[in-house]
């Protein structure tokens, strides 16, 4: 009987540490990873993509790891999973949405206890990402990250947590599934639409981050405006910046920039409709910004910068919200994407 194949791509971070000076350093490769699995009945496909620190990942690094999956799924993996430091681990599941057509599952986990510490939870991380790998019915699901047996959809997951090992969770809505005794037990039916591009290509443009605060007056945005192709802003409450921020990003939109409006909020969507005023989400969006619905502002910015760099257009990848009602009374039309 033939065995199932996994790929196994290491990017470092946690899982692959060891302790030096009582300190934990990168060190592993995916060769040691491997020999975690114990005696579970696949055969492993190892291969070492980074071997560094989530901190220093960047979008770059993010496509090299999503071309090593697309080659290890046209070499015949029947799932892929891998292994990431967890400061940015979410970005790189997200990134993975963007730039990977899932036909196998792809699952990306890691650790918050390095393996020299008690109760490192590596080892049980990647086995139960392993089993995710090789149930077939997730690759609909797009990327997923498996942390503490639990199951998490690219777009929604985060962490929550800075240093306990329960550190993952999908405010919105939870996991949609968990592994228990080396089975998939599914709780929730794939997200309604793709976060995948239509086109997609290296990173090329440089997109930023703001994030909004009381009293923000626009210095940042104004001070890096020339040096970026697009601007996302974590805006407060329900997509919400201080008038002079405000005035900052519309001038950074009537320049030809492209600004998205995310929240700094950890749970909860954007308002199109509901606050008047400078500064108000009608303001800004009257004014050209756009907005995402439920993505998180580190997420957004991942997809305003994959996507210009693969030449799609910021309203086409931040479509504008209909109205639930359309003129001729067909209930239901509100049918944008999910960003």
Not at 73 to 101: F, K, N, P, Q, R
Not at 216 to 243: C, E, K, N, R
Not at 296 to 310: D, M, N, Q, T, Y
């Amino acid at each position: 009987m033939t065995r199932a194949v996994v790929g196994l791509l290491a990017m470092g971070g946690t899982i692959a540490t060891t302790s030096t000076a009582g300190r934990a350093t990168p060190h592993h490769g995916a060769a040691d990873l491997a020999g975690m699995l114990g005696a579970l009945p696949v055969d492993i496909r190892a291969s070492d993509v980074r071997t560094i620190s989530s901190r220093a990942v960047t979008p770059a690094d993010m496509w090299t790891l999503a071309e090593a999956v697309r080659h290890q799924i046209s070499a015949g993996a029947d799932g892929v999973v891998i292994t990431h430091g967890t400061d940015t681990l979410e970005e790189t599941a997200y990134a993975l949405a963007l730039l990977v057509d899932t036909a196998v599952p792809v699952v990306v986990t890691g650790a918050m206890r390095a393996p020299h510490l008690p109760g490192a939870d590596g080892p049980a991380n990647l086995v139960a990402a392993v089993v995710a790998a090789l149930h077939r019915p997730l690759a609909r699901y797009g990327p997923v990250v498996v942390f503490q047996d639990e199951i998490h959809v690219a777009r929604l997951v985060t962490k929550q947590h800075s240093s306990r090992v329960a550190a993952f969770s999908s405010p919105s809505a939870g996991p949609v599934g968990f592994v228990i005794e080396n089975e998939v037990e599914l709780l929730l039916g794939p997200p309604p639409e793709p976060d995948r591009l239509t086109a997609t290509a290296p990173p090329d443009v440089k997109v930023e981050l703001v994030m909004a605060v009381a009293g923000s007056d626009g210095t940042l945005v104004d001070a890096i405006a020339g040096d970026v192709a697009g601007l996302v802003v974590a805006g407060t409450g329900a997509g919400h910046l201080s008038p002079a921020l405000a005035e900052a990003v519309v001038r950074s939109v009537r320049s030809g920039r492209p600004a998205v409006l995310a929240s700094r909020c950890g749970d909860g969507p954007i308002l199109r409709r509901t606050y008047g005023g400078p500064g108000s989400e009608t303001h800004l969006l009257g004014e050209g910004v756009l907005a995402v619905r439920t993505l998180s502002p580190a997420k957004a910015r991942l997809r305003l910068l994959f996507g210009l760099s693969a030449g799609l257009s910021a309203g086409d990848l931040f479509p504008p919200r209909t109205s639930p009602t359309t003129p001729d009374g067909d209930e239901g039309a509100d049918r944008d994407r999910i960003t």
